[in-house]
């Protein structure tokens, strides 16, 4: 059984749009997070978009990390999605999860599907979105998210399919 790295109940759709999706969360979980939630953008962008990096898996690399880092230098500029302890030795340390094998390794792709089959949670890669959202301010292919980000946080209690 895999280990859920999401917040119970409606608090997480609340917290995305206070911009404190990250906050009270355990180092390791906020990395795996992050990684993750950079690989799925990455997709996105590749499926929505035909857009991809070109020193990242989509544009043919071996790896993600460079575009990874840039990806965290986005986050860090919205300092207030990031806890008050985040500082250079911790993005160096989520660099090096991405850097290393396993679930979180931008070595490797995922899709929507993968994330819910691993973490089962059906809304995560909705929250891992709208985290990106908030970094970039629009989801791939699509000028903004404020509309689709209003409509989950009102159904967020119903029973709607992702």
Do not use: T
Request: aromatic residues 8%.
């Amino acid at each position: 059984m895999h280990s859920q790295p999401h917040m119970e109940g409606n608090n997480s759709f609340g917290q995305l749009n206070q911009g404190s999706w990250l906050h009270g969360r355990q180092e390791k979980e906020i990395y795996k997070l992050l990684v993750d939630v950079y690989r799925l953008r990455a997709d996105d962008q590749s499926k929505f978009e035909g857009d991809a990096d070109e020193d990242g898996l989509y544009g043919g690399a071996r790896n993600s990390i460079e575009p990874f880092r840039r990806f965290l230098k986005n986050v860090e500029s919205k300092s207030e999605l990031l806890p008050a302890w985040w500082n250079e030795e911790k993005a160096k340390a989520c660099i090096e999860l991405g850097s290393s094998g396993g679930w979180s390794s931008l070595r490797s792709a995922v899709e929507k599907s993968d994330i819910i089959d691993h973490d089962g949670d059906r809304f995560l890669p909705m929250q891992m979105r709208m985290f990106c959202e908030s970094v970039y301010g629009h989801a791939p292919g699509v000028a903004s998210g404020a509309g689709a980000r209003i409509q989950q946080l009102m159904m967020a209690g119903g029973s709607m399919m992702m």
